[in-house]
């Protein structure tokens, strides 16, 4: 029997996940990773970190399986982590992580020449961080600029320089053209650094030789392009349709839609990623999970949550933030939360604040669809916060669309499925996802 990996670099830790032809989970392995060393904005991981994890959880997986034959690997990873490798792929030190912000000046100098669209706006991008490690002056033994996900695919097929379209978004790649753009070429970047930009689902190699036999794995098994951390989770939930919508209720509100067209809006933080021959909007709000834990223990939740009633409103009127600022729906960067007045129970406060975030979500998503997206046709829920079963008669009677169940929640499921599509000739994603009836 052939299996197929998924493998997921989280912010926290690694997850695999191996998968048979049908979509069936056979078995998945986790490794915790150490928090990255920070300094102010400065957020940075040795790459060594995700490899040992990345060969504990093939290792642990290949084990748990001793007769079925590891067929394929996908790997995705947090978007904008970027290291600088040499011709062998050896790191040139440790990775600015996803949410390193150090690179503002470089981010000012890409905002100058780069269109709206671009998704390379910002300090987190992948690009602002490339720039800033040339302006330092470490790219003199440089030969590759590599993602989190690009680097482990390398290490794993022995092949470096190659990204997938979506993790490239953040370098300044153009999703459209599916093409490096020509503004890119009047800042100040080694162009040779730039990787090969191929598509989720498109063939690497197979697995290096050395690598294999060290992990147990056939030296035909094929490592394939992935993606981004949250591009495959959307993939994993089974959503392939227009209007098909993913909000993710974890520490903060995310929601995602497939659309025909791709939704560019900086100003609100919204951006598409590829999906196929489709397109992938989404926007955050800064509302969301950790604003609930600034009240209540996950405990008090549990408990509180049995005395709410969905069915009949507060008519409390919360904006919960869990500080000043918000990007999306709304774009205010010093708006205030809005949480008072607070009810002597604990449980109609509560109750409050749930609408309160409910409410984002409806106007995130009417949002989305103001700017050219498609309002959801049928909504699937992920994160801690889509356990919680009144939360969800709630927010179903405030959103007004139907409420599918996530086929799975795990990023490392929607990599596995990528791999699996990869190794048998289907699309990478795009309407193509669900296992076999």
Same mark, same amino acid.
């Given at each position: 029997?052939?299996?197929?990996?998924?493998?997921?670099?989280?912010?926290?830790?690694?997850?695999?996940?191996?998968?048979?032809?049908?979509?069936?989970?056979?078995?998945?392995?986790?490794?915790?990773?150490?928090?990255?060393?920070?300094?102010?904005?400065?957020?940075?991981?040795?790459?060594?970190?995700?490899?040992?994890?990345?060969?504990?959880?093939?290792?642990?997986?290949?084990?748990?399986?001793?007769?079925?034959?590891?067929?394929?690997?996908?790997?995705?990873?947090?978007?904008?982590?970027?290291?600088?490798?040499?011709?062998?792929?050896?790191?040139?030190?440790?990775?600015?992580?996803?949410?390193?912000?150090?690179?503002?000046?470089?981010?000012?100098?890409?905002?100058?020449?780069?269109?709206?669209?671009?998704?390379?706006?910002?300090?987190?991008?992948?690009?602002?961080?490339?720039?800033?490690?040339?302006?330092?002056?470490?790219?003199?033994?440089?030969?590759?600029?590599?993602?989190?996900?690009?680097?482990?695919?390398?290490?794993?097929?022995?092949?470096?320089?190659?990204?997938?379209?979506?993790?490239?978004?953040?370098?300044?790649?153009?999703?459209?053209?599916?093409?490096?753009?020509?503004?890119?070429?009047?800042?100040?970047?080694?162009?040779?650094?730039?990787? /090969?930009? !191929? #598509?989720?689902?498109?063939?690497? @190699?197979? +697995? =290096?030789?050395?690598? $294999?036999?060290?992990?147990?794995? *056939?030296?035909?098994?094929?490592?394939?392009?992935?993606?981004? /951390?949250? !591009? #495959?989770?959307?993939?994993?939930? @089974?959503? +392939? =349709?227009?209007?098909? $919508?993913?909000?993710?209720?974890? *520490?903060?509100?995310?929601?995602?839609?497939?659309?025909?067209?791709?939704?560019? #809006?900086?100003?609100?933080?919204?951006?598409?990623?590829?999906?196929?021959?489709?397109?992938?909007?989404?926007?955050?709000?800064?509302?969301?999970?950790?604003?609930?834990?600034?009240?209540?223990?996950?405990?008090?939740?549990?408990?509180?949550?049995?005395?709410?009633?969905?069915?009949?409103?507060?008519?409390?009127?919360?904006?919960?933030?869990?500080?000043?600022?918000?990007?999306?729906?709304?774009?205010?960067?010093?708006?205030?939360?809005?949480?008072?007045?607070?009810?002597?129970?604990?449980?109609?406060?509560?109750?409050?604040?749930?609408?309160?975030?409910?409410?984002?979500?409806?106007?995130?998503?009417?949002?989305?669809?103001?700017?050219?997206?498609?309002?959801?046709?049928?909504?699937?829920?992920?994160?801690?916060?889509?356990?919680?079963?009144?939360?969800?008669?709630?927010?179903?009677?405030?959103?007004?669309?139907?409420?599918?169940?996530?086929?799975?929640?795990?990023?490392?499921?929607?990599?596995?499925?990528?791999?699996?599509?990869?190794?048998?000739?289907?699309?990478?994603?795009?309407?193509?996802?669900?296992?076999?009836?």
């Amino acid at each position: 029997m052939n299996l197929y990996v998924g493998i997921d670099l989280g912010t926290s830790g690694c997850r695999a996940i191996a998968i048979d032809a049908t979509g069936t989970e056979h078995a998945s392995s986790a490794v915790a990773f150490p928090e990255p060393l920070r300094r102010g904005p400065e957020v940075e991981q040795d790459p060594d970190i995700w490899w040992q994890a990345t060969c504990a959880v093939i290792r642990e997986l290949v084990s748990r399986n001793p007769d079925a034959c590891i067929a394929g690997i996908a790997v995705d990873g947090t978007s904008g982590t970027l290291l600088l490798a040499d011709d062998r792929g050896n790191p040139l030190g440790r990775a600015l992580m996803y949410n390193d912000a150090r690179s503002q000046p470089e981010a000012a100098v890409i905002a100058s020449c780069a269109p709206a669209e671009s998704g390379a706006h910002g300090a987190s991008s992948s690009l602002a961080k490339l720039l800033w490690l040339q302006r330092r002056g470490d790219t003199g033994r440089a030969r590759y600029a590599l993602h989190q996900a690009d680097w482990i695919s390398g290490r794993l097929a022995g092949v470096y320089g190659v990204c997938d379209y979506n993790n490239a978004l953040k370098l300044g790649y153009d999703a459209v053209q599916l093409a490096w753009p020509d503004w890119l070429r009047t800042l100040p970047i080694r162009q040779q650094l730039l990787p /090969d930009v !191929v #598509a989720p689902g498109d063939t690497l @190699g197979t +697995v =290096d030789t050395t690598v $294999a036999g060290a992990l147990s794995l *056939s030296q035909e098994a094929r490592v394939i392009a992935g993606t981004t /951390d949250s !591009v #495959a989770a959307f993939c994993a939930t @089974g959503a +392939v =349709d227009i209007g098909d $919508a993913v909000t993710s209720l974890g *520490s903060t509100l995310v929601l995602k839609i497939l659309a025909q067209s791709p939704v560019y #809006a900086p100003e609100y933080g919204v951006y598409s990623h590829r999906f196929g021959d489709r397109w992938l909007v989404g926007g955050a709000s800064n509302s969301g999970g950790a604003v609930l834990r600034q009240y209540f223990s996950d405990t008090r939740m549990a408990a509180l949550s049995d005395r709410i009633h969905p069915e009949t409103p507060t008519g409390l009127d919360y904006y919960p933030l869990p500080a000043a600022g918000e990007r999306f729906p709304v774009a205010d960067p010093v708006l205030e939360a809005r949480v008072t007045p607070r009810p002597a129970d604990d449980a109609l406060f509560f109750q409050g604040l749930l609408e309160g975030i409910a409410r984002i979500e409806s106007a995130g998503y009417r949002q989305l669809a103001a700017l050219g997206a498609p309002f959801p046709h049928a909504l699937r829920s992920v994160g801690t916060g889509s356990k919680n079963a009144r939360w969800t008669t709630l927010r179903r009677i405030l959103l007004g669309v139907p409420f599918v169940p996530a086929r799975h929640s795990e990023a490392a499921y929607g990599a596995a499925l990528i791999a699996r599509n990869g190794c048998t000739g289907r699309a990478g994603f795009a309407m193509d996802t669900l296992p076999d009836q």
